[in-house]
Structures are given as structure tokens and as C-alpha cells.
């Protein structure tokens, strides 16, 4: 008995799937759609987002100094900078230094240096800021400062730029949640018109099985395991094709910008929680458009 | 097996389909609804097996209360109940093989089961061989022959006949009586809806003459 249900469930669903035709192919078709626009955002701004971070916690303020500069000038300027109140960590970074890190940086172009007689780099102090310190203003200012002293050149720092990224990350969400969400519900209309359909087209059908003693639920069931199947389907294809665009995208960065797109911090593909909540997503959508469908055109 | 008691059927438009009727139909009976067309018999039958529900009065069919039964319920009163519809209702886009399998199907009935239930049926109807044929390019008698295996494959302990004989030759029509006999013999309730009156005189089974919706006489 429950054998015979479960086939009944699958012949069914794969009937309805068989005679939709090209309306579930469409269907399926406009899901992935949907759900490829929300990914790709999703996945830019997950991103963008852990890039923004990175940079604001790598690339604070930055002092170079003048290669004039003597040890004990060096000392001096070390105190002063510990002892700034928006300054949590002073690293120095030495001429040799920094040559070394770029060469790390350049794997694999080291040429690019043969040129060069001697090392172009200037030693610098890295500062991590304070927390509370972390605004463009607030930098702005320590930078004024610090250029005023001994031995320093320049004083570099990103936090503007951060700033920005931040609020463009901002901004990403929010537009791919209002696009997610109107996408999200086109998805569930398409799959509400593809079931009915469905039942449209076996409307005769569906009348006979409730006249010699079908339930209701026998009815209905295949109909919404069908929708179901059909947004879990698209949400899957969308994830599929999400990840080959991410990868093309990723080899073509890295083929014409190996300094900036290096890093192996670069580009991750979204988790398995994401994946498996994006599929869970589409199932749900396809299986509460489908539940509308059939309330709405299986009545009596 | 069937009580009515005062039952109407009004449908919109203050159509009355079935006026204020009370009749009873014993286990095991054969009984002829009869009366011209437009009388209410389809509305009566429809109402048996709660197609429909009626305006006034209740409905008892194999002791349970039709017109209070729970949506729940309907299935198993459907299940007990074959009919065979005045236009038949069959798919014209699958084989007489599955149009009763559809009701296997329903029915939960194992697949070897099935098939041999199927085969007998269609045997006892005389449509073996026509079996992988699509009822479109059956003849009228052969597809009025697949609905009546149709609304047999659940076993009913109620079978009702909407104009079985509706568009048959008079041979094809005593054939068709002759099986719904042998159906009724072997204890399944009958209820045949016919307009045609001089069948229900040749057969000399118990009839209910409906006219306009109103049970006007009974014939035994
Ligand atoms: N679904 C419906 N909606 C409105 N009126 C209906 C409906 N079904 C039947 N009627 C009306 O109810 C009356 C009885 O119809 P019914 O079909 O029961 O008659 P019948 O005795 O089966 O006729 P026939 O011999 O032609 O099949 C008719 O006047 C018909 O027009
Ligand atoms: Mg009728």
C-alpha cells in the first residue's frame, strides 16, 4: 500500500512534468533566471564584503619614511606613534622588508625587478588603528599630524576608500534583497501559472479520480511535490551555472590581474549553507506557488 | 441501502431539479429510475453519491448520513459507489487498459492485482481485444461497455447506471440490462436511470417514474 502511494506520488509527478512540456521547461527556465540574478549578487556582495573587511584590517594608515632616516630617528618616531591615542599596533617594516614582501606578492614575475640597481621601496610603520578611531575624519587628521614629523615622507591611508566600499556593500544588499524578493515572488507566480495548467489540462482527469474516491491530498500532493520540484530545480540549475560563471570570472581576473587578484582570501564561492539554503529557497517558492495554484483551481 | 427523505434540489436560478422525494431502495435491489428527459434523474443519482448536495432534506446511504458527511468521509462513500455516467467520462487520450487502471490507481489496488481485475472486467464486457484501443475510435456501445467495467472496478456495493442504454440499438440495450442483472445477481445494489420506459417494461424490475423532479408512481 504505502509502495503503491509512493509510485502513484512519482508516476504523477513525472506525468505532470512530462505533459507541461515546455511550460515546466519555462518554468524551470525563469526560476534559474531569478535565482541567477539574486545569486550573483549574493555571491558580489558576500565578497565585496569580506574583501572590504580584509582591507580595513590590513591597509590602516601607512607612514613611509624618508630612506635619510637614522636608527634613532626611527626609535623616536616609534614612541610617538605608540603613544597616539588612536594607535593600537606599530609594526616597522624595513626597506629590505618590503622588497622581500613584494617579491612574495609577484610570485612567478619576479623579471619585473631585474631592472632595477637598487631597492625603490621606502621603509615604513604600519599602524592598526583603534576601533573607535576608525573614520575617515578621525584618520584624516592623525595623518596631518604625523606628516609634520621628523623622517616621515608620506602618511597613506585607506580608510576613505574603505569607507566607500563599505557603504557600496551597504547599498548591494539591500538592492539584492529588493531584487531577490521581487524575483523571488515572480518565481512563485510562474510556478502558481505552470500548475495550473497543469490542472487545467487534466482538468478532466482530476475530475474522474475525485468521483470514483480520491482524497483530496491524493490530488493535490503530486501537483505541489511537482511545483516544488520545479523551483528546487531551477535554484539548483541557477547554483550550477552560478559557479562557472564565478570560476571563469575568477581565471579571467587572474589572468589579466595577477598583483591585485592573487590572494587565496580572493573569491569563495558561497558555503554549503548558502547552497543548500538557495535550493531550500527555491523548493519552498515552487511548493507555496504550487499550493496556491491548487487551493485556488481545485476547488469542489 | 438508499433512503431519501424530502428531498429537493433547487439549483440557481430557482431551477427544481428534484422536489420533496422519499424513497427507500433495499440492499441487494434492482430499481429503474425512470421518467422524460429533464425529470431529474442524473440530479437524483448526483446526489446519491454526493456530486452534488441537496437543497432540503437528508440522505442516508449504507447507513451514513450523506448530506452531513465530512469531506474526509466523501472517498470511501465514492469508492462504495460505481457509477456509470450518462456521458461516460472517459479519457480519450488513454487506452481503455488505463482508463480503469486510473481507478486501480485511486484505489491503492497492487499492480498484479490490477491487471488481472482489468482483464477479467473487460472480458466479462466483451472489449478484451480492445483493450490498447483509445475509446475516441470506439463505437458508442463499445465506449457505454468500458464505462460500466470502469465503475466496476471498485467492487461497489452500489452501482448506478445513468442511461446505460442511451444511445443503443435495442439487441446492444439487452445485452447491456442483461449484464447489470448478472451484476445485481451477484448482490451489488442497482440503480438504472432511463427515460427509455418500454425497457422498464420489458425488464418488469420495481421502477420510480419521476416527472418534474416529483416521484410520481412506483411499478413492481
Ligand atoms: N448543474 C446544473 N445547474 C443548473 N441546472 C441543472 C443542473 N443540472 C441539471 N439541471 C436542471 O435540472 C433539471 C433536471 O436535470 P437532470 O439532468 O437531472 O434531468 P434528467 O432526468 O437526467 O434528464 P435527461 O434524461 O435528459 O438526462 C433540468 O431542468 C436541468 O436543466
Ligand atoms: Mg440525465
Redo the contacts between chains.
Keep these: 500500500?504505502v509502495w503503491?502511494?509512493l509510485r502513484?506520488l512519482l508516476?504523477e509527478t513525472l506525468l505532470n512534468f512530462r505533459r507541461g512540456g515546455w511550460g515546466v521547461v519555462a518554468s524551470i527556465g525563469a526560476i534559474t533566471v531569478a535565482f541567477l540574478v539574486t545569486g550573483t549578487f549574493l555571491l558580489l556582495t558576500l565578497n565585496l564584503g569580506t574583501v572590504v573587511a580584509q582591507w580595513a584590517e590590513d591597509f590602516q594608515v601607512i607612514v613611509f619614511l624618508t630612506d635619510a632616516i637614522t636608527p634613532e630617528q626611527v626609535t623616536l618616531l616609534r614612541k610617538r606613534l605608540e603613544g597616539e591615542l588612536a594607535v593600537r599596533e606599530v609594526t616597522y617594516v624595513s626597506r629590505e622588508e618590503a622588497l622581500a614582501d613584494f617579491r612574495k606578492q609577484i610570485r612567478g614575475q619576479e623579471s619585473l625587478l631585474e631592472g632595477l640597481k637598487t631597492n625603490p621601496l621606502p621603509a615604513s610603520f604600519q599602524l592598526r588603528i583603534q576601533k573607535q578611531h576608525q573614520t575617515a575624519t578621525a584618520l584624516g587628521q592623525l595623518a596631518v599630524s604625523l606628516r609634520r614629523m621628523e623622517g616621515v615622507e608620506d602618511v597613506l591611508y585607506g580608510q576613505e576608500w574603505v569607507d566607500r566600499l563599505t557603504s557600496l556593500v551597504q547599498v548591494m544588499k539591500i538592492l539584492g534583497i529588493v531584487i531577490g524578493a521581487v524575483l523571488g515572488i515572480a518565481s512563485l507566480f510562474i510556478v502558481a501559472n505552470t500548475i495550473r495548467l497543469a490542472v487545467y489540462a487534466r482538468a478532466?482527469?482530476i475530475?474522474?479520480?475525485?468521483?470514483?474516491?480520491?482524497?483530496?491530498s491524493?490530488i493535490q500532493i503530486p501537483l505541489i511535490l511537482d511545483g516544488t520540484l520545479q523551483g528546487g530545480l531551477g535554484a539548483a540549475l541557477a547554483l550550477g551555472m552560478l559557479y562557472v560563471l564565478f570560476r571563469a570570472t575568477l581565471w579571467q581576473l587572474g589572468a589579466s590581474a595577477p598583483l591585485i587578484f592573487s590572494g587565496a582570501e580572493l573569491g569563495r564561492f558561497l558555503d554549503v549553507e548558502y547552497r543548500m539554503g538557495i535550493v531550500g529557497v527555491g523548493a519552498l517558492l515552487g511548493a507555496v506557488g504550487s499550493l496556491v495554484a491548487v487551493r485556488r483551481f481545485l476547488r469542489a | 441501502m438508499i433512503q431519501m427523505f424530502h428531498v429537493s434540489k433547487i439549483y440557481p436560478k430557482e431551477v427544481v431539479a428534484v422536489s420533496d422525494i422519499t424513497l427507500h431502495i433495499q440492499r441487494g435491489e434492482f430499481v429503474f429510475l425512470s421518467g422524460p428527459s429533464g425529470a431529474g434523474k442524473t440530479t437524483l443519482l448526483r446526489l446519491i453519491?454526493r456530486?452534488e448536495l441537496p437543497t432540503s432534506g437528508q440522505i442516508l446511504v449504507n447507513g451514513r448520513n450523506v448530506v452531513r458527511l465530512r469531506?474526509?468521509k466523501?472517498?470511501?462513500?465514492?469508492?462504495s459507489i460505481g457509477?456509470i455516467?450518462q456521458d461516460f467520462?472517459l479519457?480519450m487520450d488513454r487506452t481503455v487498459y488505463d482508463n480503469l487502471h486510473?481507478?486501480a490507481?485511486?484505489?491503492?489496488?497492487?499492480?498484479a492485482v490490477s491487471r488481472r481485475k482489468i482483464g477479467r472486467l473487460l472480458k466479462e464486457v466483451g472489449l478484451l481485444q480492445k483493450a490498447d484501443e483509445i475509446p475516441y475510435k470506439l463505437s458508442g456501445g463499445e465506449q457505454q461497455r468500458v464505462a460500466i467495467a470502469?465503475a466496476l472496478?471498485?467492487d461497489p456495493a452500489i452501482l448506478l447506471a445513468d442511461e446505460p442504454t442511451g444511445n443503443l440499438d435495442p439487441d446492444l440495450a439487452l445485452d447491456v440490462m442483461r449484464l447489470l442483472i448478472e451484476v445485481n445477481i451477484r448482490g451489488t445494489t442497482v440503480v438504472v436511470a432511463t427515460h427509455n420506459r418500454r425497457l422498464v417494461s420489458e425488464m418488469g424490475q420495481r421502477a420510480l417514474i419521476l416527472k418534474q423532479g416529483r416521484l410520481m408512481e412506483e411499478t413492481h
Design positions: 500500500m503503491e502511494r502513484h508516476d478532466q482527469e475530475e474522474i479520480m475525485r468521483l470514483v474516491g480520491a482524497s483530496r491524493y | 453519491f456530486d469531506e474526509s466523501l472517498p470511501a462513500l465514492r469508492r457509477v455516467f467520462k479519457l486510473l481507478v490507481r485511486v484505489l491503492g489496488v497492487p499492480e470502469r472496478m471498485s
